[in-house]
């Protein structure tokens, strides 16, 4: 069965989100990551990735590659000692997360090669590319394999008040309006629900996803 997106949202179902989010405690925990490396890694690591997956490569990360792997130009090295093949992509991700996760780093690569294109090569920098980011003007088509969804987290992650259209806040929004909606309008209708409760949007966006995990 194929799903039906809809493109817009009513005052009613506007309401509706928002009396469920107000339902939802608070989240303890803060998402948000201030080093450059490690963004990089979770970017092409944290979509489509069991969290206990990705939680256990950047454990492995820390434990056994960090302290070689500290800033761009160690990461841009790091790259350069593998070949740019499926073995050698393996090879990488082996070093980086203890996993034959290949493909994941083929998309490192070229996460990296967009940055340093755009000279956004330390922690500042991509903090402040994010918070003047549009994604159909500064990222869309730049990074094959990476989306809408990706660009989201990833600015999030620097602070940006946005939220990140995952598979948790659809579902979310599955279940409280009874329909699926594409992308772009669960971030809009999150924002403009965050606006009314008076939080930031990516506090919101934690809450979902705490409150969707614990229910899985």
Request: proline share 1%.
């Amino acid at each position: 069965m194929v799903a039906v997106f809809h493109t817009a949202f009513s005052e009613e179902d506007f309401q509706r989100v928002v009396a469920k989010c107000r339902e939802i405690p608070a989240a303890e925990s803060d998402f948000r990551v201030n080093d450059y490396v490690e963004n990089m890694l979770l970017t092409v690591l944290d979509f489509q990735m069991r969290s206990a997956t990705v939680g256990r490569a950047m454990e492995y990360f820390s434990l056994h590659a960090q302290k070689d792997v500290a800033n761009f130009d160690a990461l841009k090295n790091l790259l350069a000692k593998y070949p740019d093949t499926q073995e050698g992509n393996r090879e990488l991700a082996q070093y980086l997360w203890g996993y034959n996760m290949w493909t994941r780093a083929e998309l490192l690569r070229r996460l990296l090669a967009y940055f340093e294109a755009q000279g956004v090569t330390t922690q500042e920098h991509l903090q402040q590319w994010a918070a003047q980011a549009v994604y159909e003007r500064d990222f869309k088509g730049q990074v094959k394999g990476a989306g809408y969804a990706i660009f989201q987290w990833l600015v999030m992650r620097q602070g940006v008040e946005t939220v990140k259209p995952d598979v948790w806040l659809h579902r979310f929004m599955q279940e409280v309006l009874g329909y699926s909606v594409r992308d772009e309008v669960v971030v809009e209708l999150l924002k403009e629900v965050a606006l009314e409760l008076e939080i930031k949007a990516y506090d919101l966006d934690w809450r979902i996803w705490k409150y969707q995990a614990g229910r899985s």
